[in-house]
């Protein structure tokens, strides 16, 4: 039996094998004779002593072989001759993690996960990215064996919803990591973003794993692999903004996964074996779609031609639609065009008016923004001040004052910071550019407006380039950019 395997209950490995043989409850019921309700109860741990015949029907049912009949088969065995589960779980619990070490059993289950976004929207295949990631390394019976990646990154522009596309896809995959599901903050709103062995330890002590007497990173993450490995724990790292934040968690082996979002492209993990799931804005459909989520088909198909207007004007920003929508469902006598009148029609202030509470677009691109070094920021100033749909390799060298090879490092910046985006990718050799609209709206704001404070737009950014790097040219005009 397989380290950690013997500590498995009956229902816990039922539930795997069944899962591993592509079989919903309905259909193991049909084929062993057992009652749903029987195998539902068998796998939650109400039933906790299993009957040796409905064993044998299970396991003739899985036809997984006979290194999990063997196993199932034990597992009944011990649930049979052990304490009563149902009755006493708690003292089931400790023993199991005193004999691993692991600390107490109370933190076993615990679901730190923020809530789920009722009203998700759209994000399909980017679901079915992680969902797979997130499955057993198994595949089904006469399949190829799919490679197992432990990690999932998802990264895109500031505001495309890259936490709530990571929580919907925890609490969908919840019932695979029945060992808890975890999340971490990495850069907590107005404080420092936590170094890895502060990661380290905030897992540990989720899983009631931490020892005062760890020293080193080394051996605090050397700890946490070995509790992962053994569990099947899901890590939710949320807004990170460097490698080692969610190096430092990457289990080596075992069933526990980690999905993490960025701020920025980390490529040091994608080429390690990462998944990477890359988050845009919604297409116009998407837009329509999710407003009327939130608002109701029957105001957004009355007005659809305005809607389909404020989702432009939103940059089809899933943020910004989110934002709008709360100020109309604060508003049910505001139409969608008192909206766009009094609201999105000025460029001048309309980030400023893309907030509502603590929902706030301008504070996300400005924590992307706070990412990027001073060549780069300085470099989105001026390429947002132009104002040109797209712009090419050459136009921002031409912006920039600078050389053809410089401007595709700083672009190659921007665009690991989700700042920039290809506009047409069937130009590999001469690609186009486009800065997304809300971000377009920061940088013009920062480079026109040198008085934003830290705590508004996030720190201060240059708005002239570092002398000996960047003469500063003649501003150039837009047809000049976008050749």
């Known amino acids: 039996m397989l380290d950690g395997d013997q500590w498995l209950s009956f229902g816990l490995l039922l539930r795997r094998y069944r899962l591993a043989a592509g079989m919903t409850q309905e259909e193991l019921a049909e084929a062993s004779g057992l009652s749903v309700r ?46 009563d589960l149902a009755s006493a779980p708690a003292a089931y619990e400790r023993a199991r993690d005193a004999h691993h070490g692991t600390g107490p059993a109370d933190h076993r289950l615990a679901c730190e996960l923020p809530p789920d976004t009722v009203d998700f929207t759209a994000r399909e295949a980017e679901l079915r990215r992680i969902a797979e990631t997130l499955a057993p390394g198994d595949a089904r019976p006469g399949g190829p064996r799919r490679p197992e990646r432990r990690l999932t990154l998802v990264a895109g522009h500031p505001g495309a919803g890259k936490t709530a596309l990571a929580v919907h896809a925890a609490h969908r995959a919840r019932s695979r990591f029945p060992d808890g599901q975890l999340y971490v903050q990495l850069s907590p709103a107005g404080r420092p973003a936590l170094r890895p062995a502060e990661v380290v330890r905030r897992i540990l002590q989720s899983l009631g794993a931490l020892d005062e007497g760890i020293g080193s990173l080394e051996e605090a993450s050397a700890r946490l692999r070995t509790v992962l490995a053994r569990r099947r724990v899901l890590v939710l790292l949320d807004d990170a903004v460097a490698e080692g934040q969610i190096r430092c968690a990457h289990p080596a082996v075992g069933e526990s996964a980690v999905i993490a979002t960025c701020r920025r492209r980390l490529s040091a993990l994608a080429g390690a074996g990462a998944e990477s799931v890359t988050v845009g804005a919604f297409g116009p459909e998407e837009s329509l779609a999710f407003l009327a989520r939130m608002l109701g088909e029957e105001r957004v198909r009355a007005a659809r031609s305005d809607a389909a207007l404020v989702a432009e004007l939103c940059g089809h920003l899933p943020l910004a639609l989110r934002v709008i929508g709360c100020r109309l469902l604060a508003r049910p006598h505001w139409t969608m065009r008192t909206l766009i009148d009094e609201v999105l029609d000025d460029p001048r202030t309309r980030l400023r008016e893309l907030s509502s509470g603590d929902l706030t677009v301008r504070a996300a691109v400005a924590a992307a923004f706070g990412v990027l070094d001073d060549g780069a920021r300085w470099a989105l100033h001026r390429l947002a001040q132009a104002r040109a749909p797209g712009f090419s390799l050459r136009g921002a060298a031409v912006v920039l004052g600078c050389s053809i090879a410089r401007a595709h490092r700083l672009i190659g910046d921007l665009l690991d910071g989700h700042l920039v985006e290809v506009l047409d990718e069937r130009r590999p050799g001469d690609p186009r550019y486009l800065i997304p609209p809300v971000v377009r709206l920061f940088a013009a704001e920062g480079a026109e407006n040198a008085e934003n404070t830290e705590g508004e737009t996030g720190p201060r950014a240059p708005v002239r380039p570092p002398r000996q790097e960047f003469p500063r040219p003649e501003f150039p005009r837009a047809e000049q950019v976008a050749s």
């Open 38 to 83: 029987a195998i539902s109860d068998l796998e939650r741990g109400r039933t906790s002593r299993p009957q040796r015949k409905s064993v044998e029907l299970l396991t003739e049912a899985l036809a997984q072989g006979d290194d999990a009949t063997r196993r199932l088969v034990e597992a009944a065995r011990a649930a049979r001759l052990g304490p």
